[in-house]
């Protein structure tokens, strides 16, 4: 499908605001960067669904909200991610693992148990598909299912996953293939 001249255009003003979101997370100008996020996802909307930019953006915005503890707007963006990785990745991809994962912990944070559980154990599921047990990422996962146990009693259960999982901290993820969402 050939590209618009409307197209390209917003792809270029996307680039720019991506990366001067990207640029004022890193500096820590948290504000100005979700500004930055927000004019990027306004430019990724006009060019489809599972578009590259979609994705990143949806990310990189969910990302700025959750280091600002703004959990009721990063986790419809997550959600929204889950939808598109699960229907053009499969339910079983790990990046689906990787959002589910990101959505467990903000509801975690957001004292949202029911819903983080659910989210860990499908993290949860397909990671322990893919990877080895001695894997951090599913050693961290398993602590963060394992604190989110103890915290609403269920302690036995808890003591058997803290046994397998160690510590380590909670840690925003990204997904990393946007290259499938072209």
């Known amino acids: 499908m050939q590209e618009t001249d409307r197209q390209r255009e917003a792809r270029k003003r996307w680039e720019i ?6 640029q004022a997370h890193l500096t820590g100008q948290i504000v100005q ?5 927000l ?9 489809g669904e599972s578009s590259q930019q979609l994705v990143v953006s949806l990310e990189g915005l969910s990302e700025v909200y959750w280091a600002q503890s703004k959990y009721a707007m990063a986790a419809p963006l997550c959600r929204r991610l ?20 990101n959505l467990a912990m ?5 004292k949202k148990h029911e819903d983080a559980e659910r989210f860990y154990r499908q993290a949860l599921a397909i990671k322990q598909q893919h990877l080895p047990e001695t894997h951090p990422d599913l050693i961290n996962l398993l602590a963060s299912y394992a604190r989110l146990l103890y915290e609403t009693n269920r302690k036995e259960e ?19 293939t946007w290259g499938a969402m072209k």
């Open 17 to 22: 605001f991506k990366t001067a979101g990207q």
């Open 106 to 110: 903000l509801y975690h944070s957001w």
């Open 158 to 176: 808890a003591d058997m996953l803290k046994a397998t999982s160690g510590s380590f901290s909670q840690q925003w993820k990204r997904s990393g």
């Open 82 to 101: 889950l939808r598109i990785y699960e229907t053009t990745l499969g339910t079983d991809h790990m990046d689906v693992a990787v959002i589910a994962h």
């Open 33 to 37: 960067s979700e500004l930055s996020w």
């Open 39 to 47: 004019s990027s996802l306004e430019e990724a909307e006009t060019l």
